[in-house]
Structure formats: structure tokens, C-alpha cells
């Protein structure tokens, strides 16, 4: 079996073989073939393996046979006799070296790019190994040496100046350079823009030209010239092969001998690859070149020189393959060089310390452990013995174990791990990372750590995250508990829908809920506690930061790591607290609540996030630019635009794992570039929000949700928040008047000019005596009566500079009792929205009335006079003194700012919880939930509270 990363080099290789390969090198009578077989994922469901073929295949197609059709995986796996991996630079890569290694069979790595850019380990027998070096080729006649031209073409030459350069080159001198008669040429760009429009330029020279780029359909009529996939090099005439990056591997034709960068690459791998494809002699030592144009000097000539001053120095594989020197075999000696004598101490960051050494570590006292872990639900799958294998060996990482304990049902593998240097270029420096592991499996939990993040193959697939009821159990519970920050992921995946939001305060449940709180899913959250929340008499002042993924199954408490005695007692508590199913939170009841699978999980429509993977994703393939829309899913298939090209994926149930599929179906792309590996990942991770077929429930990061629209579901946080903001008070059941009734109409009003208030029964007067049931006048340093039509900021405003508080009050009364309307909170409220910015801190505009109204008596409809000043300090009888008293207060951050509303004779508090208690909201209770529900965001978004006085 022949595996390879692209079709193009399965095609080439297909043909190699089956042209005479094994008769070339001498070795058909070792290795008689009855006959070569290319294969694709459908093909090998209906071929009848034998004996003696040669199947020849890309390891994507190996990846989905494996993951889509176990048994013919299985059954290619029993008849292979050996597998060679061509390109096998590309086999540290997770999945790809899975689907290679799970097959048993001898494996073969062949590569002409002994190294990688990406620094992951090879899992090799360093025995077996033969190196080839490229100085040595070339001097046995087999490779080209390589001449460089950078001052042929202008370095801001464009596509017409360059193509006219490369044209005259080719025709004037490319032959008696290279020595190759017919030779070809191979462009190079950076977009496929730059393609488009080179080719187009050497056609005007009435060049034959192939134009490959994934992003192009395969041309007719007036445009053969464009292909989608590498055309046949051998059975294809053109001379001039425009690219991007079609042409980097597997094309190993003799007759092309000039390379023209007309974009230079961003790394030296590529660049070496790419001049690869102009080395390939047409004879054993016949005396040919390969030509290399740039436009102006560029990089890649530099790169290309570090390559031969690497190729010479690295004479044996060890030295291609860097991290080989630290395998198992050679590991002794290796860790003998990486670490001193622990006798040996010294002096280091004001502490005296050992000379570190894995074998005299004692790991309960000598490790220091982040509060952190994640947690995992097993499947039927899952095996702990599996998970401690791939924690072992770290397949795809850089890693050496150094050490692994045993503590019961926890396991601490320690690792050293090495990454190049991010601050040099052109030179080797190895940062060295020691970190560690921590899995426990318990009663179904998976526990896991990892101190640089990383997650073994088999928690990815074996493993789901937990219900979100059950993480939450991790709350602290008790007296205390704030939520001082959430991450929110929200279930209407509209175009023009903000997609996520996060939201911080010193106690979110004291915020107004957002009357869309409800179609918003919590996926992180944040608490502070005092450490001993539930038992606060035995607390001792510390303050617990909790924070918790949701989505993830991620507990981590923000504190100094600590020892790993004190971890496992820590990961107790956090396992102790997971299994209390007596415990029930409700500090994120106001957002959309978990829900069962629904009915009909047919999908419908589906929300990539690529943010979630993004930075892990082009830091190990470069770029990633994408389509940030919604997808219509139809008949279960699915399209979007990845890096310019038009991708097509299937969205499918698994009944089994309970979680969706995504499995790439396009056959374009995706044999040019890893994304099969992209759509596994965001399956893995779930990264992604799908609305099902029953439009009641949404599908977010591995969960349900069934977001209930707040106003109508009685028994949830909303209306026990809602309710938070009423205060009963009986006196304001009996006053039915706002500010009394007019001695015209036989009513004795009040007497003149007095100074003692309003009448007893007025809500006016209930707020103003000093033994107010609203708020005692004592609170206040000042209180001034601002009532006056059109003009007034609030019926009252309250001030105390050393209490630090500052109250707007708006007063209304029923004439009649009105226990279920909102009509009169209707009206106030929308005074109290108006005037918020009297309380803001940095408006300036004084109160309108201030200037014409509070030096003079208040009066209204023969009630009156009343002194508008009802309390002042004694020395600040001038209303512009006590003005400025108010804005030096409310410019305090540590000021209480306030919104109170009260309301005589009207809404009953007790009667609304009656009908919360029955399940019988009316049509009027709805509407005051939707009314408040506004104001209290109105004024909450400008740091304002809200309280709402009321009948019982």
C-alpha cells in the first residue's frame, strides 16, 4: 500500500509504479506485483483485495475509510504487507499518522523534506533509518545544482513586466543554462488573483500556459488554460505552469528546470519544496541546472543557502531529525546532557534550589499545580487504559516523559517539552518547557490537565462535556456567591444577531435582566465566594474566584498553584461537589435553559464558529479566512467559503454519541489541503450552533438548550429577580392621592403657608415625614421637592454626601384601587428613562426648575405653600450650593445612584405572586413585566438601580 497527501502525486505515483519503477532501481524479482489499483473511499468499498497489488491511495482517503468504513479499513489493513507513506514529512500530523500506524503493518517513510516547521516528533526506529543528503545527490549527478537570478526581473515588476522578463529568459537562455532542450517553467503567486493574472500575461506572449489554483473551474472553449487540479505533466505540452501552491509536492517531471517566484513564500520548507520540482535530473550525470528567477532579492535566496548549509552539516538522519536525539533508545544519555546532579544546588530568583532531575523529584511536595481541570463524561468507548497510552507517547507533540505516579484512580504524567525559539530566525534554540498531565476516571468522570493544553485523540472522541446542570454544581453554594461575569453564546443565529456576547459586574443577579436574556446560553461563568460560602461562620476571609466553562466542563479557580498534595484534595472537593445532586443552583436561571434531545434533531441550519479553533488551527496550517454565516443545511448537506473556495460539508445526528457530525463531502479542496482535519476538529470540539428541525430547541457546544421567553414562564429567575425590584409598604395601599385634593371642591387642601408637608393621606406626604415608610428623611443630608410640570427632573430629589447616595423619586397615586394595572408606572416610567442623565457623572446640566423654582415656596391647584427645600445642611441654604453638593457627589464612583419609583393605591406585589404561584399571569401582568423589564436595563446600562415602592 502507497499513501500519499495529494491526488496529484497518487496519480504520478500510480503511473511510476505500474511504468516500471521497480525495474529501474533493479527490484522487481525482490517485489513481484500483479498489478497497481488507485483508490478512492468509494472504490475501496467495492474492490476485492488480493495479493500481490499495489494499492495506491491519499491518506484523506485512509482518514475517512477509517473513521467512515471500519471493516474495509480492517480488511486493506490484513492484506497489506507493508505501507509506504510518500511525502512522510506530513506523518506526525494526528489524524494522518492514526489512520498510517492503526493499520499494524511495517511502515515506511519516504520524504525528500527531512524536517518540519511545526517541530512535531517522529515516532520512528532510528535503526532504519537511511538519510540521503542533497550535496551528496548532487555530486553523484542524480539532482541539479541550482543558479539564482534576482536582478532579471524589477522588484516592482508587474504581472506584464514579469511574464515579458521570464519570456525572454526562457527563450534566450534557459536552455544552454539548464541543458534540458524542451524545458518547462514553473510560476509561482501568492493569490490566486496573482495566477489569474500571469497566466493572462504569458498568454499575451501566445505562451501555452496550464493555470492551476483550487479556487478555478476547469476551463473550456476559450479558457482550457485553467485547471482545478494538476493536469497529467507528462501527457500536457504547455511550457509556462502558473500556481499558488498545486505545484509545491509530488510533481517530478525532468523537463522542468525554471522556477519563477513572481510572490515569495513565507517559509523556507516551502521555498525548498518548490525549487524540489526543478532538481530531478533527465539523465543520471548529464550536466544540467535549475534556474531560479525572483523578482528583485528576496528571502527565498537566503533560505535556499540555509538549506545547503543544513543538508551539509547533517550527515546521518539523527541530525535532520533533531528531536530524534532525545528518543527512548538514545534517551539516557540524552537526559544525562538535559539535567544536572540533584546533589547540586544553587542560587536563583532569591531562593536557594536543586540542580532539577526527574528521579529525585517527590511529586506530592516538588510539583506546583494550576487549580484547574476539566471534566469530562465517558462514553461507552471510553478506556482509561487507551487515554494513559496516548498521555504516554503524546502522539503529535514534542514531548519527552520524564516521570508518571500513580495516586489511586489519578495518574501525573511529567514531561519535558521543546519549542524553536519565537525570537530568532536562521538559528536553532530549543526552549525547553517542563509540564505536566493529570487524568482521574471515576464513576464515569474523565478528569483532565494538561499544563500546555493539550487534549489526547481519545477525550476528543470518547469523551462529551458535562450536562450543564451538572457543571454547575461546581458553584459555591451559600451566602455570598456572586456571578461577576458571563460569557454568553446566543440561539438566534440572524445575520445582523450579535453572535456572543460576555458581561461583567461586581454582581450580575443585581442587574436588570435583558428581555432577550432568555434566548441567550451561558458557556462560561465566573464567581467570587467567600471561601467557605455554605458555612460562612467558619469563613476566613479569603475570597474564592471560581471560573466555569461550560461548554468545555472547565473548573478553575484563580489562585497560586498549588502543591499537588493539595491539588488532589482540591480535585476531590470539585469531584465531591459534581456527585451532590441535592444541589441546585439558580444564580443562571435567566438564560436559556437546558433542555432533553428534542423530538426531531433533523438539522436545519448551522453557525461555524472557527473562532473557537482559529488560533490553534493557523498557527499548525496558515491561513484561515472564512464565511461567517448561517448555513441552510439541505437534505443534510451544507455549504460555506473556506480561503476563497466553495466547500461543501454534512451535518448529520449521531444517535450514538448524542452530538452532530460534520464530514467534508467536497472532492475539490479538499485533496489539496488538510480540511477534512479542519472538519474533524470542529467536530471534536462541537464548535459550532445548529437549529434543528423542532425550532422549540437549539443544539450549542455539545448541548440543548430551550431558550423560554421570560415574561410568560412563571417559575424562573426572571420574575424572581422582577419581583426583587418591589417593595411593599402597607400605608400605600389607602393613598389614592399624589399630592391632594384642592380646597375648590370642599376638600380643606392644606393650610397656607405651612411648612409641616402634605396631607396625611398623600403619597407625597408618606414620602417626606421623617418617619417615612419609604426611607426615613435622616438618610438624606438633602431632600428637594422638584415637582413642576414639564420642567421637573423627579418629584424629589435626595441626596447624602456621606453616605454617598444620590435618589431621583417619582410619585404617582390611583384614585381608585388599581391592584393589577401599569398604567401609572407607565407614565412615570418613562419620566424616569427621560431624566437618567440628570444622574449621570459627567453631565453637567443643572436641573431646570433649579434656577426659577427651588428658592421659592411650591404651590399647586391652592395646595400649598411648601418650602421646596425639605432638608439641607444648615449652612447651604442657596440652591446653587446644594446643586453643586449633588454633582460633587454623583461624580463619586463610589456614589449609589438610584431610581425610585413609588405608587399609591395601585399594583399589589403580593397579588402578581399569587397569580406567579397559579400559573395565571394576565395580558396586564405581562405588559408590566415587559414595561419594568425596559427601565430597569435603561437605567441599569448607566449604572443606576431601580426600586419600585408598592402596595402589598
Avoid at 165 to 193: N, P, Q
Avoid at 255 to 272: K, T
Amino acid at each position: 500500500m502507497v499513501v500519499c497527501p495529494r491526488r496529484a502525486i497518487r496519480d504520478q505515483l500510480a503511473y511510476d509504479i505500474e511504468a516500471g519503477f521497480l525495474e529501474t532501481i533493479g527490484r522487481s524479482d525482490a517485489f513481484p506485483i500483479a498489478g497497481v489499483q488507485k483508490l478512492t473511499p468509494s472504490d475501496a468499498k467495492r474492490v476485492e483485495f488480493e495479493a500481490g497489488w499495489v494499492y495506491v491511495l491519499t491518506v484523506q482517503s485512509l482518514v475517512q475509510l477509517r473513521s467512515n468504513s471500519l471493516s474495509v479499513y480492517r480488511e486493506l489493513g490484513d492484506i497489506a504487507t507493508l505501507a509506504v507513506f510518500d511525502e512522510g514529512h506530513y506523518e506526525p500530523s494526528r489524524a494522518w499518522s492514526l489512520a498510517i500506524r492503526d493499520l499494524g503493518v511495517p511502515t515506511v517513510l519516504a520524504s525528500a523534506t527531512p524536517f518540519r516547521n511545526d517541530l512535531l516528533a517522529f515516532d520512528i526506529d532510528v535503526d532504519h533509518t537511511y538519510s540521503y543528503q542533497y550535496c551528496q545527490a548532487v555530486e553523484d549527478g542524480y539532482l541539479r545544482p541550482v543558479d539564482w537570478h534576482d536582478d532579471i526581473v524589477p522588484a516592482d515588476a508587474g504581472p506584464d513586466t514579469f511574464a515579458e522578463a521570464v519570456v525572454e529568459f526562457t527563450e534566450g537562455h534557459l536552455g544552454a543554462c539548464s541543458g534540458v532542450a524542451d524545458a518547462k517553467v514553473m510560476v509561482r503567486c501568492g493569490t490566486a488573483e496573482g495566477v489569474e493574472a500571469v497566466a493572462q500575461a504569458l498568454l499575451s506572449h501566445s505562451e501555452s500556459v496550464v493555470a492551476v489554483h483550487h479556487s478555478f473551474d476547469t476551463g473550456s472553449g476559450d479558457e482550457p488554460w485553467r485547471f482545478r487540479h494538476v493536469p497529467d505533466v507528462r501527457a500536457h505540452d504547455a511550457r509556462y505552469w502558473v500556481h499558488q501552491y498545486k505545484l509545491l509536492e509530488g510533481v517530478d517531471e525532468p523537463r522542468f528546470a525554471l522556477i519563477a517566484l513572481y510572490d515569495p513564500f513565507g517559509d523556507a520548507r516551502s521555498v525548498v519544496q518548490q525549487v524540489g520540482r526543478v532538481l530531478r535530473v533527465a539523465a543520471p550525470g548529464t550536466p544540467e541546472r535549475a534556474q531560479v528567477i525572483t523578482r528583485g532579492a528576496t528571502q527565498a535566496k537566503r533560505q535556499w543557502d540555509s538549506y545547503l548549509r543544513f543538508d551539509k552539516s547533517s550527515s546521518s538522519i539523527d541530525d535532520s531529525f533533531a528531536f530524534l536525539q532525545l528518543s527512548e533508545k538514545g534517551g539516557a544519555d540524552s537526559m544525562s546532557d538535559l539535567f544536572g546532579p540533584a546533589e547540586k544546588w544553587i542560587y536563583s530568583l532569591g531562593d536557594f534550589r536543586r540542580e532539577f532531575n526527574p528521579d529525585h523529584i517527590e511529586p506530592k511536595t516538588d510539583l506546583l499545580i494550576a487549580t484547574t481541570t476539566r471534566v469530562c463524561r465517558a462514553d461507552e468507548n471510553f478506556s482509561a487504559e487507551q487515554l494513559a497510552i496516548e498521555c504516554q507517547k503524546a502522539e503529535g507533540r514534542n514531548r519527552i516523559q520524564l516521570k508518571q505516579w500513580p495516586f489511586g484512580e489519578t495518574t501525573i504524567y511529567l514531561w519535558i517539552s521543546f519549542e524553536e525559539s519565537p525570537i530568532t530566525s536562521g538559528f536553532h534554540f530549543a526552549d525547553r518547557t517542563l509540564g505536566y498531565t493529570i487524568t482521574r476516571s471515576r464513576e464515569g468522570l474523565v478528569f483532565y490537565a494538561d499544563s500546555e493544553g493539550w487534549t489526547p485523540d481519545h477525550l476528543r472522541n470518547f469523551t462529551a462535556p458535562l450536562e450543564r446542570s451538572r457543571i454547575e454544581r461546581a458553584i459555591p453554594t451559600g451566602n455570598g456567591t456572586r456571578l461577576v461575569e458571563v460569557s454568553l453564546a446566543n440561539t438566534d443565529l440572524g445575520s445582523q444577531a450579535v453572535r456572543s456576547k460576555t458581561l461583567r459586574s461586581s454582581d450580575l443577579a443585581a442587574s436588570s435582566v435583558a428581555l432577550n436574556d432568555h434566548a441567550h446560553a451561558p458557556m462560561a461563568a465566573r464567581m467570587r465566594s467567600p471561601a467557605n460560602a455554605a458555612e460562612p461562620e467558619t469563613g476566613t476571609g479569603r475570597v474564592l474566584d471560581r471560573y466555569i466553562g461550560i461548554a468545555r466542563g472547565r473548573v478553575t479557580d484563580r489562585q497560586k498553584p498549588l502543591p499537588l498534595s493539595d491539588y488532589l484534595k482540591w480535585l476531590d472537593d470539585i469531584d465531591s461537589a459534581l456527585a451532590n445532586n441535592e444541589t441546585e443552583q439558580a444564580i443562571l436561571g435567566r438564560y436559556a435553559a437546558e433542555a432533553a434531545e428534542p423530538d426531531d434533531s433533523t438539522p436545519r441550519n448551522i453557525l461555524l464558529d472557527f473562532d473557537h479553533i482559529r488560533d490553534s488551527w493557523i498557527a499548525e496550517f496558515g491561513e484561515l479566512q472564512v464565511d461567517d454565516t448561517c448555513c441552510s443545511i439541505d437534505c443534510g448537506l451544507a455549504e460555506t467559503t473556506i480561503n476563497d473556495a466553495e466547500v461543501s460539508f454534512s451535518v448529520a445526528f449521531d444517535d450514538t454519541k448524542k452530538s452532530y457530525k460534520l464530514t467534508l463531502e467536497s472532492s475539490g479542496p479538499a485533496s489539496d489541503t488538510p480540511l477534512e482535519q479542519l472538519f474533524q476538529r470542529l467536530t471534536s470540539e462541537q464548535a459550532f450552533r445548529v437549529v434543528p428541525a423542532s425550532l422549540t430547541h437549539l443544539y450549542a457546544y455539545g448541548s440543548w438548550y430551550q431558550p423560554a421567553i421570560g415574561a410568560h414562564s412563571s417559575h424562573n429567575e426572571y420574575w424572581q429577580q422582577f419581583l426583587g425590584l418591589f417593595f411593599a409598604r402597607d400605608e400605600l395601599a389607602q393613598a389614592h392621592s399624589e399630592k391632594g385634593k384642592s380646597p375648590s371642591n370642599g376638600n380643606p387642601g392644606l393650610p397656607a403657608n405651612s411648612a409641616q408637608g402634605w396631607h396625611p393621606e398623600t403619597v407625597f406626604h408618606l414620602f417626606d415625614r421623617d418617619d417615612s415608610p419609604i426611607c426615613p428623611r435622616s438618610k438624606w443630608t438633602g431632600l428637594i421637592c422638584d415637582d413642576g410640570g414639564r420642567n421637573e427632573i423627579a418629584d424629589f430629589i435626595a441626596y447624602s454626601p456621606e453616605k454617598n447616595a444620590v435618589s431621583l423619586a417619582h410619585l404617582k397615586a390611583h384614585s381608585a384601587p388599581k391592584p393589577k394595572s401599569a398604567s401609572a408606572l407607565a407614565e412615570v416610567t418613562s419620566q424616569a428613562v427621560k431624566n437618567l442623565r440628570y444622574l449621570s457623572p459627567y453631565d453637567q446640566t443643572p436641573p431646570p426648575n433649579k434656577a426659577s423654582s427651588w428658592d421659592q415656596p411650591w404651590n399647586h391647584d391652592g395646595i400649598g405653600p411648601v418650602p421646596r427645600l425639605r432638608r439641607h445642611p444648615q449652612s447651604k441654604d442657596d440652591v446653587h450650593d446644594l446643586w453643586d453638593q449633588i454633582r460633587k457627589a454623583l461624580s463619586n464612583p463610589l456614589t449609589s445612584r438610584e431610581i425610585w419609583i413609588v405608587i399609591g393605591g395601585g399594583f399589589s406585589k403580593d397579588g402578581l405572586k399569587t397569580r406567579l404561584a397559579q400559573n395565571s399571569l394576565t395580558p396586564e401582568d405581562v405588559q408590566l413585566f415587559y414595561l419594568v423589564t425596559t427601565t430597569w436595563a435603561s437605567a441599569n446600562a448607566g449604572g443606576t438601580a431601580l426600586k419600585i415602592f408598592t402596595s402589598p
